[in-house]
């Protein structure tokens, strides 16, 4: 039982550099959603999909773009990466309803130089 | 918007029982969850209130009262594997949106 499955779970990026994270989840949700972790700031939404076919901005939305692929999987991309993206970026899933939870994946490392 | 306050640090006992608080501000709200995450590790789902009052899950519980807006995680009988980051979460509206996080308790399990 996979769960949800992050891909890489390190990476080195120079600035200015395009990188997609993938995640995907065998756990049949309807919603997925993109987290970044920094030291002290909890996890900060940067996009979410509630369903297939749809996709909203979260709390620190800029520089990244997001891609519902299909049910399972949702990418995350930066275009052009910065130091400021420095951070541990984490995908989850669930069935967006108040008593389920969500489920995250176990993070990418991503540190831009 | 949504904003939550949690202690940035907590420290405590092994076995004894430490309460972590989170007071909440959102425009709606459809249920405070509790998160832990290990270090290096995922957050993990740990509990979930909608109603006020006390929920427990082992030696976790959690408690919820909606008119103060506030709520609170309970350990008792600490273990060092306990030593962990806590949030607390809230998901302001119905439907399929996601929860918010606070910015995490660390609690530090000492002999």
């Known amino acids: 039982n996979a769960g949800v499955t992050q891909t890489p779970k390190f990476q080195v990026l120079k600035t200015g550099q395009s990188m997609t994270l993938q995640c995907a989840q065998d756990?049949?949700?309807?919603?997925m959603y993109w987290y970044r972790q920094d030291p002290g700031m909890g996890l900060r939404l940067i996009y979410y999909s509630a369903s297939e076919g749809t996709t909203d901005k979260g709390e620190v939305p800029n520089g990244y773009n997001v891609s519902r692929l299909n049910k399972r999987e949702f990418s995350l991309r930066l275009e052009s990466a910065a130091p400021s993206q420095t951070s541990v970026y984490f995908c989850?899933?669930?069935?967006?309803?108040?008593?389920?939870?969500?489920?995250f994946g176990d993070g990418t490392r991503l540190s831009i130089l | 918007g949504q904003s939550l306050e949690q202690p940035s640090e907590v420290t405590a006992v092994e076995g004894a029982i430490v309460q972590i608080n989170c007071t909440y501000q959102?425009?709606?709200?459809?249920?405070l969850s509790w998160y832990q995450q290990h270090d290096g590790g995922a957050p993990t789902f740990l509990s979930y209130?909608?109603?006020?009052g006390l929920e427990e899950t082992g030696r976790f519980s959690s408690f919820l009262s909606r008119s103060d807006s506030y709520g609170y995680l309970l350990l008792q009988e600490l273990q060092m594997k306990d030593s962990a980051s806590y949030f607390c979460a809230v998901r302001a509206f119905s439907g399929n949106t996601p929860l918010v996080f606070g910015k995490g308790t660390r609690l530090s399990v000492i002999a």
């Open positions: 756990m049949n949700h309807n919603s």
């Open positions: 209130n909608g109603l006020d």
């Open positions: 989850a899933s669930g069935q967006g309803r108040a008593n389920q939870p969500q489920h």
């Open positions: 959102t425009s709606g709200f459809y249920g």
